[in-house]
């Protein structure tokens, strides 16, 4: 029985070595085109630093270290180049000032892996590009990730990878990145809009360093001459006195922020330029009316020659002079005019040619472009196909600093457009297609696929579309015979709603659904409020013919609002107007909707021209659709002069009480009437005043932007056929106005009688 054991021993220990041998063996082999980071909760490997590594390093090594311990279960030790262990297998982080600042490295040597940047900056980089490329982490929103997890944590031999961005600072104006700077990290974008800017002094300064309210009232001539009037909107670029305060100013705010690097000398928001004499003078030589602009700037950077003096080619002053900016000159180039249904190098040619035009001057410019649309976040705004060609022609023009002004608040598929901008911003060349299938499928998971048949969808019928101009200040209702038709919303709802069905199993996902939902509810309740259709529409008659709110309307609008305030999401424009605004207002909508009204489809007879919207129809005035927040839906526009309008009952009816609104948008000269008439007759001829109703709302400084007022009279019972309607305007935008000295509008929507 012994000699029996003895030979079963001798043979187990014999396959033993046999095994050991081909675990070797295997081992070796597989380590010639594997890099086996852990199995099984076991790692040889070890995180090495440099020698006195900086606090920045050591964070970066410990954002490497927490992400493989998420993945593997294992955390690595981190230890610095004279502590490593000889045993062990090294990933190494460090910053190699051989390469330039930006440029990172990955590479694999026997069984380590070395990531090298040239600066800290760029080394925290390289191990989230790591982290991602190699590994496959995914970061959707500062609260989704998808981060894989593995009992072996394998990687393919050779790693090499080299690569530097053209693009170097890097803005999404979104608040998932300057609310969360460790998700701006990880797509390598700023955390803050103006890095490196003084605070206080980031665009649009001249009112701040030369306030019209310490000195127009004795130094107008600090100010811009419009034709024989000064008028505080922008400065006077020739005159001494301005350049030496803008100076001191300047000076002064350095000081303030002696770690800041930028200031921004540069034109008010308007194009209302000094005229004077001088100014023109050297605006006709320059050939544009960046003349007077680069050279005062040039001026004041002269004094400043280790900073940057940072200025605007923006609307008037977009076009380049002939004189060179100063080497410490930033050019922020602005494409705020243009149309976003297309690439701007197909709809834009003029900017694309300013920007060309700059290049050949200086090297220092900053882009500064528009994604959203301001007036409407969160309206379908079908531009994301012009990103990443925009993207590129900035690239190709060798800008370094790209500015993408979103809506920094939520708006249509925000998750997504400040994901898609972070990573084009990086890499201008990854395939578009596979960003948006990356999203979609990570984020929404198998509703991704329907948003996808959205976002398909709306840009396709834009496209098909080759007038349409969508403008950053557009609106909804412009594309209600175009890619909001009604036939076309009702496909969008179709979409969301299998794209909620599809992920019925994960509240939270439906809960990214419903956000992503908003954009089409919102044209659905605006093509309501027009009374497209009567599917679309604010009120429905029952069976008894009375009228009642639209069911669809009160379904769309509260689970518009819920799922807005549940989302922390409260803003519609960039002008403040609220969501619990839109929605009070919305509200009352429905309510005016639902008033008997007398006027309701008679005919109207201006005897005041209106300009431009609504058709210039007169029966805007009396058609039943209700006009929203924003002058293109429904508002009857009169710029400069008065409305006059007579509605005609088309019989004597007995009325004791009439009522119309009006729109104020304050920064686009769209003002209350200052005060509103009603008049009545029987014959046409003669008119009898039945009241006046002041603007209980005048207009000041602190004026509310957006905002709509109803101009309500109540008198006792009468009979009439004719009401007349003067609405006064106030002609001119008061002198503090960025547009002073141009004509104001008044915008009127529905007349009620009864």
């Not at 909760?41 to 440099?50: A, D, K």
């Not at 892996?113 to 040239?118: K, T």
């Not at 300047?250 to 921004?264: E, H, K, R, W």
Request: charged share 25%.
């Amino acid at each position: 029985m012994y000699n029996l054991i003895r030979k079963k021993e001798n043979l187990i220990s014999y396959w033993h070595v046999v095994i050991g041998i081909f675990f070797i063996v295997s081992s070796s082999s597989c380590s010639d085109d594997k890099l086996v980071i852990a199995e099984k909760g076991v790692s040889n490997y070890e995180i090495v630093l440099s020698d006195n590594s900086s606090l920045q390093d050591n964070e970066t090594a410990i954002t490497l270290q927490n992400y493989l311990e998420k993945i593997s279960n294992i955390k690595l030790p981190i230890v610095e180049e004279n502590n490593k262990d000889s045993s062990k297998n090294r990933i190494i982080l460090q910053t190699d000032t051989t390469l330039q600042l930006n440029r990172i490295k990955m590479v694999s040597v026997d069984q380590d892996i070395i990531i090298s940047a040239g600066s800290e900056e760029a080394l925290n980089n390289a191990v989230y590009e790591f982290l991602e490329v190699y590994l496959g982490c995914k970061w959707y929103s500062p609260d989704v990730e998808d981060v894989p997890t593995k009992d072996l944590l394998v990687i393919d031999k050779p790693i090499s990878y080299n690569y530097e961005p053209v693009i170097t600072t890097r803005t999404v104006h979104s608040r998932l990145f300057y609310d969360n700077p460790n998700f701006a990290e990880k797509h390598k974008v700023t955390n803050v809009s103006f890095p490196h800017y003084v605070p206080s002094a980031r665009v649009h300064t001249f009112h701040k360093f030369i306030p019209e309210e310490l000195f127009f009232k004795d130094h107008p001539e600090y100010f811009a001459l419009r034709g024989d009037k000064r008028t505080p909107t922008q400065l006077c670029l020739t005159n001494e006195t301005v350049l030496e305060i803008v100076r001191d100013s300047v000076a002064s705010l350095f000081q303030q922020y002696p770690n800041a690097q930028v200031i921004s000398v540069s034109q008010d928001d308007n194009t209302q330029y000094c005229e004077c004499e001088n100014c023109s003078l050297i605006d006709k030589e320059e050939n544009s009316h960046s003349g007077t602009m680069i050279h005062f700037v040039n001026n004041v950077a002269n004094s400043f020659p280790d900073k940057t003096i940072s200025t605007l080619a923006y609307q008037h002053t977009r076009k380049p002079p002939k004189v060179k900016p100063a080497k410490n000159v930033l050019i922020t180039l602005c494409s705020i005019e243009c149309d976003r249904s297309a690439p701007i190098e197909e709809k834009c040619t003029d900017f694309a040619e300013d920007l060309i035009g700059w290049g050949k001057l200086t090297d220092n410019i900053r882009i500064w472009d528009y994604t959203t649309q301001f007036t409407n976040f969160l309206a379908p705004f079908p531009n994301l196909l012009t990103i990443q060609p925009n993207i590129k022609f900035f690239r190709d023009q060798h800008t370094k600093w790209i500015f993408e002004q979103h809506s920094n608040n939520p708006s249509e598929l925000f998750e997504l457009r400040s994901y898609v901008m972070a990573k084009l911003l990086w890499d201008p060349d990854q395939d578009f297609n596979d960003l948006i299938i990356e999203f979609t499928d990570g984020y929404y998971k198998e509703a991704g696929v329907y948003i996808r048949n959205y976002i398909d969808l709306v840009h396709e019928k834009l496209a098909e579309d080759q007038d349409f101009f969508l403008f950053l200040y557009g609106d909804p209702s412009q594309a209600f015979d175009s890619y909001l038709n009604v036939e076309l919303l009702e496909e969008y709802n179709t979409f969301f709603n299998k794209a909620e069905r599809a992920v019925s199993y994960d509240p939270e996902i439906v809960v990214r659904v419903q956000v992503a939902r908003l954009s089409t509810d919102y044209a659905i309740l605006e093509a309501c409020r027009k009374g497209l259709t009567e599917r679309f529409s604010l009120v429905k008659k029952d069976d008894q013919g009375n009228t009642n709110a639209n069911p669809l309307v009160k379904d769309k609008l509260e689970s518009f609002y819920t799922t807005s305030k549940n989302k922390n999401i409260t803003l519609m424009n960039e002008m403040g107007f609220t969501v619990e605004e839109y929605y009070n207002s919305f509200n009352k909508a429905l309510t005016v909707a639902n008033l008997p009204n007398k006027a309701k489809g008679k005919k109207v007879t201006l005897l005041s021209k209106p300009k431009k919207y609504a058709n210039e129809d007169p029966q805007t005035l009396t058609d039943g659709a209700l006009g929203g927040n924003g002058f293109y839906a429904n508002w009857l526009g009169f710029e400069g002069n008065n409305l006059e309008a007579v509605i005609d009952l088309e019989a004597n009816e007995a009325i004791s009480s009439i009522s119309m609104a009006f729109l104020k948008v304050t920064n686009h000269v769209v003002f209350y009437p200052l005060e509103v008439t009603y008049y009545y007759s029987n014959d046409n001829n003669n008119f009898i005043k039945l009241g006046t109703i002041k603007n209980k709302d005048p207009l000041t400084k602190k004026t509310k932007v957006n905002e709509i007022q109803y101009f309500d009279l109540e008198f006792s019972e009468i009979e009439a056929r004719y009401i007349k309607v003067i609405a006064v305007n106030m002609k001119d935008a008061p002198y503090w106005h960025h547009a002073s000295g141009l004509p104001s509008w008044i915008f009127a929507d529905e007349i009620i009688i009864d």
